[in-house]
Every structure is written in C-alpha cells, then in structure tokens.
C-alpha cells in the first residue's frame, strides 16, 4: 500500500482506538509517533515496545492536546527527531456525559478543548512538518449527525470537527494534503464498556449489522485514508457505524 518509510504520528494513541490504527499503519510499514498525556504514561510505552516487536520504528512523544504550549513542544520534538510527520491522526477524545440541565463548566469545558480545541493545537503547531500530499484524519463520532442524550458537549465537539475538516480540506488542496475525518459508531472499547447492558441492547437494534464494531474496522478506515490510494478523497467524514446513522 506504499508506507514504507512514512512516518505516522496519532494523537492519544497508548490505547483504544488510537493503538489501533498505530499497529495497522506499523504493519504496513510506517514508523510511529504514539501521543498521550504524561511522561512516564505506561500504556503508551507499552504500545511503543509492542510496534517495536513487530520490527517497526516507534517513539512515544507525550504532550496534552488540549493544550497549545504543550503542541508547540510536541512539533519541536518530531522535528528534531523525524523531521516532518507524513500522515497526522488527530484521535485522543474525551467524554463527560450529563445532560445540558445538570452539565457543570468542568464537565463542558474539558471535552471542548480536548476533542475540539485539540485540532487547532495540534494541526496549527506540527502544519509546516506535513509535506505535500500529506495526510490528514480527524477521529468524530457517529453522534455529529444523530446527536446523543447527555452529550451536548461531545456531540458539538464531534460535529464541529466535521466543519474544521471541510475547511483544512479547502486549504489545504493546492498542497495536495487530503484532510477526512471518520466517524465511529458503536465500537467496543473501554469508552463504551461503560453503557449499561440495557441502553445496549437498545442501540444494536438501531444498528442495521447488528452488532457493535472492532477497532479494527476503525483502523481499516484510517488505514484507507491514509493510503496512495485515496488520493483524490477529501474533506469527508467517513461513517463506519453498521449503518447506524444513515
Ligand atoms: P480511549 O480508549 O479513552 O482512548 C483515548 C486516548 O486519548 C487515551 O489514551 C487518553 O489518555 C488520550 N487522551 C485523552 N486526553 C488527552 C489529552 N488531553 N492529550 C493527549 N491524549 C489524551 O478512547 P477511544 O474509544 O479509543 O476513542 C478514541 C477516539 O475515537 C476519540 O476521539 C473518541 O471520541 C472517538 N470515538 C470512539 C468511539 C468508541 O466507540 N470507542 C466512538 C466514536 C468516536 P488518558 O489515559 O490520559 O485519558
């Protein structure tokens, strides 16, 4: 799928799906930049020892998205160690669910600067490392078109990352850069081993594949966008739900 020697760097990747699309894109060949908040933060090293296993370059560089001094550092540490960034996933995402009534300013505020502010954070700073014919994926969810009770918040910050990928894809055209955006459905992962057995069995009925998805459908459709391949695909958002949300 031509990775070999493209560099990959995926924000909140020491697990989840983040860890998920940093193996699929190693397995094609493609060194590794794993992000996640913290120095010493064990499952992102361990993520790193993991992709060094299969005989892949990985490096873990930690930097909290949300904020902007933290990404300028971030982009001054792939520069003096890759120096450019061929394929950019802004994946780390938080959520703190409460309905809009009883949401508290530290409920809002943290998941906007995590999930939505982190896109200028991140993609502003590390910009200039992207060379021409880039690539550019941002993680949204299934909510950004349905909308979810108690996630006022992380359904404004999954929608708007859809209107920042049509705008960077516009931008940045001329460079050949393409920017997409997928949107998860249900996938099981930690996030979502937290819905209750019963909300659950609510939603595979709304699912037309009737079950949940893997994260490797999530890093397949990464894997896609990143690819020679998809090429002439930009400003997107690719909905891999089982058909929830069409
Ligand atoms: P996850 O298992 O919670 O992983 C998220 C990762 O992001 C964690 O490693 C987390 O590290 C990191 N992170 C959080 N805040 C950060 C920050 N400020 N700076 C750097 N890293 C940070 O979540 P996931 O299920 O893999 O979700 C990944 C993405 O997919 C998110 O954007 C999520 O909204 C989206 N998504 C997921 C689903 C799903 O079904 N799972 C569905 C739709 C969309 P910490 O340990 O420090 O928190």
């Known amino acids: 799928m031509g990775f070999k020697g493209k560099i990959a760097l995926i924000t909140g990747s020491g697990r989840g799906l983040g860890k998920a699309m940093a193996l699929t894109l190693a397995k094609h060949g493609c060194s590794i930049i794993i992000n996640d908040r913290g120095e010493g933060n064990e499952e992102a090293l361990q993520t790193v020892k993991e992709i060094r296993g299969m005989g892949a370059t990985a490096e873990y560089l930690s930097a909290d998205v949300s904020d902007f001094e933290s990404c300028k550092k971030l982009a001054e540490a792939v520069r003096g160690k890759f120096e450019r960034v061929d394929i950019l996933i802004n994946n780390a995402g938080i959520t703190k669910d409460r309905t809009l009534k009883k949401m508290a300013p530290e409920e809002w505020y943290p998941v ?11 993609t502003h700073n590390l910009l200039e490392l992207i060379p021409d014919g880039g690539r550019i994926i941002n993680i949204s969810s299934v909510v950004a078109f349905l909308g979810n009770f108690g996630q006022t918040n992380y359904a ?6 859809i209107g920042f990928t049509k705008s960077l894809a516009k931008e940045l055209g001329k460079r050949k850069i393409t920017v997409n955006a997928v949107a998860p459905g249900f996938i099981k992962t930690p996030m979502t081993d937290q819905i209750p057995v019963e909300m659950l069995d609510t939603i595979l009925q709304l699912i037309p594949l009737r079950e949940m998805g893997g994260s490797e459908d999530i890093a397949e459709a990464v894997l896609f966008l990143a690819s020679d391949g998809a090429k002439y695909i930009t400003g997107t958002a690719l909905r891999v739900d089982g058909g929830l949300s069409f």
């Open 156 to 161: 404004a910050t999954k929608a708007g990352i």
């Open 112 to 122: 906007i600067n995590v999930n939505l502010n982190s896109m200028y954070n991140v």
